[in-house]
């Protein structure tokens, strides 16, 4: 991740101690109940993340979804790191959707093709073994899995953000 940061984004980890790392594991089942937080295009509190898929690839399926916020036009949100972007009519409109997305029990079925037309899906990158995406964190971005895949084995992929 640190090659990576500095080779393509050019932030040195050595110099610029501000910045520390997460990493976390995602393991999903296709059409289980989710909170729709889960569903949901949305974004990383990081600069920089990434997506390493763990799944041989005759369990492949999907991959990572990138989508673009209707009202707004926009495909990101720097609504944490921009205070001027946070008064923006575009980012109140943004703002205005997720809180959509973060109401106490509020579920639905694990299912990409269920995400409501306030967003538009602009591009996916395939899942496949032993691959890793690299976005900004700040991009509208979610899995990609419809409720029949991953019955009988779980999606597995390990994430990593730069904070």
Not at 38 to 48: E, F, M, R, V
Not at 110 to 138: A, C, Q
């Amino acid at each position: 991740f640190n090659y990576i940061a500095k080779k393509y984004y050019d932030i040195n980890f050595v110099e610029n101690l501000m910045y520390s790392t997460s990493i976390q594991i995602n393991l999903l089942n296709g059409g289980i109940p989710l909170s729709l937080k889960s569903l949901h295009p949305h974004t990383d509190p990081s600069i920089l993340a990434f997506t390493l898929y763990l799944n041989k690839d005759e369990d492949c399926n999907g991959g990572t979804a990138f989508y673009k916020h209707v009202k707004s036009n926009i495909d990101y949100d720097v609504y944490m790191f921009d205070e001027d972007f946070k008064k923006t009519e575009k980012s109140i409109l943004i703002q205005k959707t997720k809180e959509k997305y973060n109401k106490p029990n509020s579920v639905s079925i694990l299912d990409s093709r269920l995400i409501d037309d306030e967003w538009e899906k602009t591009f996916m990158i395939k899942m496949k073994y032993n691959r890793i995406v690299f976005h900004p964190g700040y991009m509208f971005h979610g899995a990609y899995i419809h409720k029949e895949w991953f019955q009988d084995k779980k999606r597995v992929s390990l994430a990593g953000f730069l904070k």
